[in-house]
């Protein structure tokens, strides 16, 4: 019996289409979910910016969410491993999310399952989410997608949890390429405007509909909005304690230290830390969302930021660890962005950041990535001669 959303389904209304480069898979597996019927396609992406890469966009139609132009989409990213985060991440923030996952060959079809499994138990994800998968060799149709989840779906995310095991940053024989997902993932938002997440991270509670707001109040008042970058003050919260869902549960968090600032023990200057109290300090009450306060730039800094899509794309060169989003910070820089912090809003990581969740190699990783680092800075000043930013 197989199950979806808790009820059970028959071979009947579902659509998989397999599509790969220069051939077409067509299994034909029909099956039904809480009664809605919805195809859903696994096509080749070409033009997806990589010769190294074999990107799959998979979708799914009548039932997606067409999201208007002027919101926010995010744009995150994952192994297999870390599949389990999605359900939630798109409930909380229930908009358009775009999600890039990188997998081996030989774990492609269960990826592939999981997808699906995501898909029929959780109505959010089916209304809201676009996934593409990726891999280093093309995926080859053998076989067929079983038709219908044989997990209950209250159970799911504890069996992503074991059916993917690993770490990140460890995936074999595969350097994990964080910007190249985050710019595939770009390359399918529908949106306006973006916000790259690292996928343990989650919104606080209305933050999509806080963006859209803040959005329009910027429009009305014809303020520029695509040379500025929306800094979300970001956290972390120690494993199995909740996250906070607004700004009153942050406080209280906050002050019994279950949740502090993100990055506080292995890197203090990448984020928000000696604006941090300012910023819990400013209640925004029943006011709407609007910006606390304009923060320069410094050296090094790698917030999450709400972006319009024409900002610059992240930079490729960077795989595995370090240095990655900090240079996507300092290009904005660079090309004259402006940051502003909006009074209500915020990102928090689950679990606490320490020396010892990190993976064998992240030290000598990092020390690559900053000689790539600055190199590229040299290459900015040259990409953008009328700027008098730098990041030193």
Request: charged residues 20%.
């Amino acid at each position: 019996m197989s199950y979806a959303g808790g009820i059970p389904i028959t071979s009947v209304g579902l659509v998989i289409i397999l599509i790969a480069v220069g051939m077409m898979y067509d299994p034909r597996l029909y099956f039904a979910t809480s009664g809605d019927d919805f195809i859903m396609t696994v096509s080749a992406v070409e033009g997806d910016g990589s010769d190294k890469y074999f990107t799959y966009l998979v979708n799914w139609t009548r039932t997606h969410n067409n999201a208007p132009r002027d919101t926010v989409t995010i744009n995150t990213h994952c192994t297999t491993n870390n599949l389990h985060y999605i359900p939630a991440l798109v409930e909380r923030w229930n908009g358009p999310v775009s999600i890039a996952v990188i997998t081996t060959v030989s774990e492609f079809n269960a990826t592939l399952e999981a997808t699906r499994d995501m898909v029929f138990c959780f109505p959010l994800v089916r209304r809201h989410a676009v996934f593409l998968i990726t891999t280093t060799s093309e995926y080859k149709a053998e076989g067929t997608v079983s038709a219908g989840t044989s997990i209950p779906c209250h159970h799911l995310e504890e069996d992503l949890v074991d059916r993917f095991q690993g770490k990140n940053f460890a995936i074999e024989d595969i350097p994990y390429p964080a910007n190249f997902l985050r710019n595939l993932g770009r390359r399918v938002v529908s949106t306006n405007f973006h916000l790259t997440l690292d996928i343990d991270l989650l919104p606080s509670a209305g933050l999509y509909s806080q963006t859209v707001q803040l959005l329009q109040t910027w429009k009305d008042r014809d303020q520029q909005l695509i040379k500025t970058a929306i800094v979300l003050p970001t956290f972390e919260a120690e494993e199995h304690w909740p996250i906070p869902a607004d700004k009153d549960e942050l406080l209280s968090a906050f002050k019994q230290k279950y949740v502090r600032s993100f990055y506080v023990q292995m890197c203090p200057h990448c984020q928000l830390q000696h604006d941090l109290h300012r910023w819990l300090s400013i209640r925004g009450d029943s006011k709407p969302i609007d910006v606390a306060f304009y923060k320069r730039y410094h050296p090094l800094w790698e917030p999450f930021v709400i972006t319009h899509v024409s900002a610059p794309f992240h930079d490729e060169t960077f795989v595995q660890y370090g240095y990655d989003r900090a240079i996507q910070i300092c290009e904005l820089h660079v090309s004259k962005f402006t940051f502003a912090i909006p009074d209500e809003g915020f990102l928090v990581h689950q679990g606490f950041k320490r020396p010892t969740s990190f993976h064998a190699n992240k030290n000598r990783e990092n020390a690559i990535n900053h000689g790539f680092f600055r190199e590229r800075l040299e290459l900015l000043e040259k990409k953008y001669p009328d700027s008098k930013n730098t990041c030193v």
